[in-house]
């Protein structure tokens, strides 16, 4: 029989296991204190003293009335200057809030959209591929796309939001670019994100369409996740350009 000491630890090894292999990530709840003591045949106490051990750890935090959840790992923050983490942690929560709105506004659009709203969705798409193609960033391009689509919405509140957000969504999207730009799985990835958004919305597929965009939004966390740390304490520099495979 191990000691209560070493149940905590076991607990909070195994979990922290499950958060290295990305089995559970960023965002991702634990399950409840009951639910652990249970799968693990523990006590309440241990359970609580192995979530305290992840605590300490950087890799989960708690929040109050609502539980513990997993959070940006110290090993990704490690040598990232108050700043630049500040910044970090500021362009995910505009992706979380733009995952809400982007999965709305395209449901809406394949819903509503018209055939002159579709076509201007069509030719946004069109010209941000071509810019990427180019070796452009394409920041207005992407913006523009999506700017496409909260029209399509014909929802004025979805449309005054997103234009009230511009300026940040603008900035965030020059950074999420310039990542992906730099590696071309993830420039491949994102042109195939869009194009499943623009073919649910051609279909007239709501569902399809927010989940598409929500889809979107979560690899975009992912890939800024996954970011160097080069990347981000270079985060000035100029985009490079990627030319045609």
């Not at 750890?57 to 500040?86: C, F, H, K, N």
């Not at 799985?185 to 958004?197: F, L, N, R, S």
């Amino acid at each position: 029989m191990v000691d209560h000491e070493s149940r905590s630890e076991f607990i909070a090894r195994t979990i922290a296991g499950h958060i290295k292999d990305a089995e559970m990530k960023v965002g991702d709840k634990l399950p409840t204190e009951a639910a652990l003591s249970e799968h693990f045949g523990v006590s309440r106490a241990a359970v609580r003293e192995a979530v305290a051990r992840l605590k300490a750890a950087g890799l989960v935090e708690t929040r109050q009335g609502s539980g513990s959840y997993v959070r940006l790992p110290d090993a990704i923050q490690d040598g990232l200057d108050p700043a630049t983490r500040s910044s970090l942690n500021s362009l995910l929560d505009l992706i979380r809030v733009r995952k809400v709105i982007e999965a709305e506004m395209a449901a809406l659009a394949a819903e509503m959209r018209t055939p002159q709203q579709l076509a201007a969705i069509e030719k946004a798409y069109q010209r941000l591929t071509e810019a990427e193609q180019n070796g452009q960033d394409g920041v207005d391009e992407d913006c523009a796309f999506h700017a496409a689509i909260a029209e399509a919405s014909h929802n004025v509140y979805w449309q005054q939001l997103t234009k009230s957000l511009r300026p940040s969504i603008a900035i965030g999207v020059q950074v999420t670019r310039r990542n992906e730009i730099q590696r071309r799985e993830y420039y491949v990835a994102v042109d195939k994100e869009h194009e499943d958004i623009l073919k649910a919305i051609r279909r007239g597929d709501p569902s399809a369409a927010r989940m598409a965009a929500i889809r979107h939004m979560n690899k975009s966390e992912e890939r800024i996740l996954t970011a160097d740390r080069e990347f981000w304490q270079d985060r000035g520099a100029p985009v490079k350009k990627l030319g045609k495979a």
